[in-house]
């Protein structure tokens, strides 16, 4: 690979690992252009639960991963969460919070109990924790239909002043679209307001 000024040579080569499933499980960057040779720059790994779904990654910024690298765990509806009117063992494939390696947990929420959120497994809200439980929304979502977000809000508890993102307006058609498709629109506050057609 040739080198310059405006060529940075720190990573001149990727590693990739898969399990016996074919599961990427580790990404290393090399300093060299083998990578069989040249030192570990940085590295990320993953590791899956039963159902194929991440559990946790480890993300290391000098070097390989090793017992000291911080990580992002991924936590699931167990069977013992179920209270849905559908088969209990497919609460296993919905994502219930994230921990992040300061030890901040995250949630993730499906709407009221046998709402079309929850019986469609559609992520409703993204919410911060409070001893455990879900608490005030970070992000909420709207949808026209099975899955097309068409609104999103963030309250301000979550960014100053709040931000609301419309992805088009209602008039005479259904909101989030116009006679020529989407239509955005994002609020933030008042302080921006953009409006466009793609």
């Not at 080569?13 to 580790?26: E, K, M, N, Q, V």
């Not at 040249?38 to 991440?54: A, K, M, S």
């Not at 390696?101 to 559609?122: E, I, Q, W």
């Amino acid at each position: 690979m040739p080198g310059g000024s405006e060529v940075d040579n720190s990573i001149l080569s990727i590693g990739r690992a898969y399990d016996d499933l074919g599961r990427l499980t580790r990404v290393t960057s090399y300093d060299d252009d083998e990578a069989t040779s040249g030192h570990e720059v940085n590295e990320i790994v993953w590791e899956y639960n039963d159902w194929g779904l991440v559990q946790e990654s480890w993300q290391e910024h000098d070097g390989t991963v090793d017992a000291y690298t911080p990580s992002i765990a991924y936590e699931y509806y167990t069977d013992e969460d179920a209270t849905y009117g559908y088969d209990a063992d497919q609460m296993d494939l919905r994502l219930e919070y994230v921990v992040y390696p300061n030890g901040r947990k995250v949630h993730y929420t499906y709407g009221a109990d046998d709402s079309f959120a929850d019986y469609l497994s559609r992520v409703d809200a993204i919410r911060e924790d409070n001893s455990g439980a879900p608490d005030n929304a970070l992000a909420q979502y709207y949808y026209i239909g099975v899955g097309t977000l068409v609104r999103r809000t963030s309250p301000t508890t979550a960014i100053t002043d709040g931000l609301v993102l419309n992805f088009g307006d209602a008039a005479d058609n259904y909101a989030g679209f116009d006679n020529l498709g989407p239509n955005r629109r994002y609020v933030m506050g008042e302080r921006c307001r953009h409006h466009y057609l793609p």
